[in-house]
C-alpha cells in the first residue's frame, strides 16, 4: 500500500529501529512507547494486511515465529511482557497494518492496558448460543 506509514517504514523510506528483520517479518521500536524504560516493539508482516484475518497461512507462521524469538529476549529484558494486537478502530488499531505490539514490563511502570469489566452470562444457555453463532461463522 503506497500510503501506508508501515510499509514505508519496511521499505526504509522513513527510518526507523529496526530491532529484527527476516523475509517475511519486520520489528522496530514504536516512536510512542508504552514505556520509556523498555520501550516498545511493533512487530509486523512484510506483506500488507489489514486484518490478521486477511493474513496468509504462510505470513502467520511467520509472524508468531519472529513474536516468539522477541519474546524470549524480551522476557529477559523486562519482568513481563503484553503482546497486543488490535483490529479496525474501535478496539484500538490507527495505522491499517497488521501489528503485533510487544511491551515489556516492569514493576511499578504505571502501564495500564486496556481493563474489561467481567460478566457472568445468565445461564448456560445463553453462553451456548453464543459459541454455537461463532462456530456457525467458522463455516463461511
Known amino acids: 500500500m503506497e500510503n501506508c506509514v508501515f510499509c514505508k517504514i519496511i ?3 522513513i527510518s526507523s529501529s529496526i530491532v529484527y528483520e527476516d523475509e517475511k517479518t519486520f520489528a522496530f ?11 516498545h516493539t511493533l512487530v ?3 506483506n500488507h494486511y489489514k486484518f490478521v484475518s486477511e493474513m ?5 507462521k511467520a509472524i508468531a515465529l519472529t513474536i516468539k524469538k522477541l519474546s524470549k529476549a524480551l522476557l529477559k529484558f523486562g519482568e513481563g511482557m503484553n503482546i497486543i494486537q488490535n483490529n479496525n478502530k474501535i478496539a484500538g488499531q490507527y495505522v491499517p497494518h497488521v501489528h503485533f505490539h510487544l511491551i515489556p514490563r516492569f514493576k511499578g511502570d504505571g502501564i495500564t492496558i486496556e481493563k474489561w469489566s467481567s460478566h457472568k452470562y445468565k445461564d448456560n444457555r445463553a453462553m451456548e448460543e453464543i459459541a454455537n453463532k461463532i462456530k456457525s461463522l467458522l463455516k463461511d
Open 44 to 46: 509486523m508482516p512484510k
Open 11 to 13: 521499505k526504509k523510506e
Open 56 to 60: 496468509s497461512d504462510e505470513d502467520s
Open 29 to 39: 521500536l514504536d516512536i510512542s512507547p508504552a514505556s520509556l524504560e523498555g520501550g
